[in-house]
């Protein structure tokens, strides 16, 4: 007989040597060629090439994870969402996970705490724009309004202390990862006290939004600028994502640069202030539409665009089956009304209901619907709900430019027609950086360029999560997101729980670094380009989707519906991968050959493999796995004769 090298029969106990079977012994069963074994001498594998320094411990079990330390970057809904699962939906992680959240800013909220401009209000229904582990059944109008949503945030914050790992004021400034150590180095800044400091971790996660950095207008006059000289303008300058309180609207003339969500939302709450005029300059059209109006989800009659629930509803709302019975009929709606952007007749029917419900609003007035009414597809910018914004322009304190603004001056705005409108403010409702480009250095194994460099002509990502040669980083609304399919909140956690199962992994297997193969990425890119040229946000519009572009690619909006991004997020696909492990025998994560339950007082050892007997249609019993078992067997018997 063969001899298997010395193992302990317990852990601490004397070896004791096994001997094998030689296939010829068990009948019908052939065994795989020998290879060759340990060398327990000098741990050195000549004949692959390998020097090993991995020595067996015998007190070692199989599967022992290792501690992981993670840093997640930002506390909004997604570093908020990454605390949950550490702190509560994965206790296997209480142990292994040292997490640290570093954010920018003095509180939680991060797009909601930045965003908070008058009327600013979420596009997607309350009830589905909430934690998936604490809905809210307390909304009091199907879109919940900015402010509510923050003091949503903050008390579910406090509620599970999820602010446990956030180190507030704390602005992350450069990241490189160290592949001799297998570890990112983390340079963080104390904004408080202006003093930084690096820290270390084998996990970084960006769970930065999108909708965070503003973007001003590059006018001349407005701003002091190195390129475009100095500030003008004498009268207040805001930005909707730089709102400042403090300073009385009332009275003023007032221009609002910009016809996206927020400047669609801000004209009506200036136009109602008293005394004011406002007038809003904006370089297109845009669809200002409800895909699935409030009436169709509520079942009940209204004109109101974002109507208030009822007592009775928020009654209902309180049975937490019922909450979830509505939340899950407002998914449903929304998925199926998804198919609204796949170009073709679907689409074209709706844009003239669009169309039509705009020219309503807009009093049928041919001067307002030629600049406001797009003629480009339905979707192909984002689809803004905007109550009272195309109304505004009936009044008489309110009008409305597409004619582009060429220089600001000391009390007025030039366009390129030689309008000069005179103006006490000027409201930037200009958008954010989209780049998805980091705003700090984030070097991977190619020490030479940072991921914003990379990223210069477009952002790519594998399923918007990862980036080749940027080991274990992942993203949580990264390039080609979800952020266009409905509630961005569900797809978050999606993610959160793929990048856990990346962890677990890499914790249990002794896994030094992944990041997805540049191969899988072109793939990956390639496939969603070709899905994206069936989708109205490759359409004929200039849309922050592909970057500002008509033409470019779609970079912010995952090319597929929800239901298939679910799909591909719930399993790894590790052939996409480039793996490397700590040491080189990947399999050092066997230990000493045995998993520690069985060594566990009352550990159940019978094989779980074996399924019950079955009976055929002829009665005839047959016992699944039986081959297994007469392996088993013959081996169990083989080990037994030699005590």
Known sequence: MARLPEVPATPGTPPVAIETIEPTEIPGVVLPTAVPLLNKTSNNYPELGLDDPFKLDPNTYAYEPRKIRVITIGAGFSGLLVAHKFQYQHPELKDIVEHKIFEALHDVGGTWLMNDYPGVQCDVPAHIYAFPFDPNPNWSNFYAAGRDIQAYIKATTKKWNLDRDIHFNHKVINAVWHEDAGHWQVTVLDTKVNTQRDVFCEILISSQGVLVHESWPSIPGLRDSDTLGPRKFKGHVTHSARWDHNFDYSGKRIAVIGNGSSGIQIVPQMAKLPGTTVRNFVRGPAWVYYRAPASQHLGRSTVETNPAYTDEEKANFQDPEFHRQERKKIIARSNKSFYIFKKGETNAAAMKLAAAQMA????????????????WELGCRRITPGPGYLESFLKDNVSLTKSA?????????????????????????????????????????????????????????????????????????????LGGHGSLIMSLDWVAEYIIKWINKISVEDIKRVSP????????????????????????????????????????????????????????????????????????????????????EGADLAWTQIEEEKTDTQGEKKLAGVEKVQVIASVTAAVDALD
Not at 550 to 566: C, H, I, K, M, P
């Open 360 to 375: 309503e609003k807009l009093g049928h007035r041919k001067d307002l619907c030629d600049i406001l009414i797009p003629k």
């Open 405 to 481: 603004i060429t220089a600001v001056e000391e009390n007025a705005v030039v366009t390129a027609d030689g309008e000069r409108w005179e103006c006490d403010v000027v409201v930037c409702a200009t958008g954010f950086d989209v780049s998805y480009r980091p705003r700090y250095p984030v070097l991977g194994l190619d020490k030479t360029t940072d991921l914003a460099s990379l990223w210069a002509d477009g952002a790519k990502a594998y399923m918007s999560i990862c980036v080749p040669n940027y080991p274990n980083y992942f993203m949580m609304t990264g390039p080609n997101n």
């Open 517 to 600: 193969t540049q191969s899988a990425l072109d793939s990956f890119i390639r496939h969603g380009d070709e899905v994206h040229k069936t989708l109205v946000w490759s359409g004929a519009c200039s849309s922050w989707y592909k970057r500002g572009t008509v033409d470019g690619r779609v970079t912010a909006l995952f090319g597929g519906s929800a239901q298939l991004f679910n799909r591909l997020t719930r399993e790894l696909r590790p052939e996409d991968f480039e793996i490397a492990y700590r040491t080189a025998n990947q399999w050092r994560f066997m230990g000493n050959g045995f998993t520690r339950f069985e060594f566990e």
